[in-house]
């Protein structure tokens, strides 16, 4: 076996090609940060944001206004995971490949594309654990979006316009189940109606009302709280309240990424910290930007929603990825070789080492990332 990865790149990026098929849905769309520096688990990156955009009137001058300078903002991101894929290959396993005729190349492309799929999957799988942090939810525990029209779009894009997130960048984000709905709907399919026969030859979902549409393998489905007969204390609490008091009454827990509703308010709210026994009272805290219709100064009955499907909808904005490659010490580790590689379609960039042993040889790859929902209110569930 060679000493350096360089004869190997080939197979690797014929790899990525396997790994840019897999339903991965989230990393595409959220906002990221993305570098080839290296990152402790534990240590604080800063994600830079944008600040938004303004702008002034036109007055011809001779020079051009002295403007334009911005205050650059960041987000502190906290690397949580450092994780690695190994693969092993002895001189006798390569040998012996290479003399019953079989392509080691093949069956080590096959490698490295499930060790990049696994942690796609990982990354993937953190951001869809973020639905605590959305601010509202719409739909029905049990039914999949999209049985006859696309008014779950519509829906979803009210919530994120009533809270004020940005209208130019939104995503949605659902499973394989809604997604199958959606292919099935005549208005999308329907080429005099949809204007586009993508949908109907090759199954690529459009973009509909402002959403980029994607699939995802890892979309969760919550374990609901038990919580029953549980209401509000007597206080009586404001629009924009997101703390909010329970009374000693009903029985079970509400807990974090339950979605609850109050007794004469329509609106589903995210609940952000839950309370793990509320025959004691104590309290819980919606996600921002909280109520969006007054409780009464009157105990107030709360409904927990059963378990479903958490399709997520959100601005670009609203969800932060930071991935770096695996922290090193100063002098550098036992590998021969190490080098790079960016997938073109996640954007993810894997590190690949290649470790010498005796008589073997040991190929890693790695990455170090973290995941932060930095604007609740620009994020909502689409149940199923």
């Known amino acids: 076996m060679g000493n350096t990865l360089t004869g190997l790149i080939p197979t690797i990026y014929n790899a990525l090609d396997v790994v840019s098929r897999e339903l991965v849905g989230l990393i595409p769309s959220v906002?990221?940060?993305?570098?080839?520096?290296?990152?402790?688990?534990?240590?604080?990156?800063m994600s830079p944001v944008a600040p938004p955009a303004t702008g002034t009137d036109i007055t011809p001058a001779v020079t051009p206004p002295n403007d334009g300078d911005q205050n650059i903002g960041n987000v502190p991101m906290t690397i949580t995971k450092a994780k690695r894929s190994p693969i092993r290959w002895n001189g006798e396993e390569k040998l012996g490949l290479d003399n019953n005729g079989a392509s080691y190349n093949v069956i080590f492309r096959d490698q490295i594309a499930q060790s990049m799929r696994w942690l796609v999957n990982q990354v993937e799988a953190d951001l869809a654990a973020l639905f605590p942090a959305a601010s509202r939810a719409y739909?029905?525990?049990?039914?999949?979006p999209f049985a006859s029209d696309l008014s779950d779009t519509a829906q979803m894009r009210k919530i994120l316009a009533d809270n004020g997130a940005p209208m130019g960048d939104l995503q949605l984000v659902f499973d394989t189940t809604a997604g199958a709905k959606m292919r099935t709907l005549t208005q999308?399919?329907?080429?005099?109606?949809?204007?586009?026969?993508?949908?109907?030859?090759r199954g690529v979902l459009l973009d509909v009302h402002g959403f980029a549409l994607r699939e995802s393998a890892q979309i969760k489905t919550s374990t609901a709280g038990t919580g029953a007969g549980a209401t509000t204390n007597a206080t009586g609490y404001a629009i924009g309240a997101t703390a909010i008091t329970l009374a000693s009454a009903g029985t079970g827990t509400i807990v974090a990424g339950d979605v609850i509703t109050f007794a004469g308010d329509t609106n589903k709210y995210v609940v952000a910290a839950g309370d793990t026994d509320v025959s004691n009272g104590g309290a819980i805290t919606l996600a921002a930007p909280g109520l969006r219709?007054?409780?009464?100064?009157?105990?107030?009955a709360i409904t927990v929603l059963a378990a479903a499907v958490r399709n997520m909808a959100f601005a670009r904005t609203a969800i932060a990825l930071a991935t770096r490659a695996p922290a090193l010490p100063p002098q550098g580790d036992s590998a021969v070789d190490r080098q790079i590689v960016t997938d073109p379609v996640s954007g993810l960039s894997f590190e690949i080492a290649?470790?010498?042993?005796?008589?073997?040889?040991?190929?890693?790859?790695?990455?170090?990332?973290?995941t932060a929902a930095i604007k609740p209110e620009h994020m909502a569930l689409l149940l199923g």
């Open 188 to 201: 999308l399919t329907k080429a005099n109606e949809a204007a586009d026969t993508s949908l109907l030859r």
């Open 31 to 45: 906002s990221s940060d993305m570098t080839f520096e290296r990152a402790a688990v534990g240590q604080t990156v």
């Open 293 to 300: 219709k007054a409780i009464p100064a009157a105990a107030t």
């Open 354 to 370: 290649m470790y010498a042993q005796y008589r073997q040889m040991q190929y890693e790859v790695s990455l170090a990332w973290g």
């Open 139 to 144: 739909g029905t525990p049990g039914t999949t």
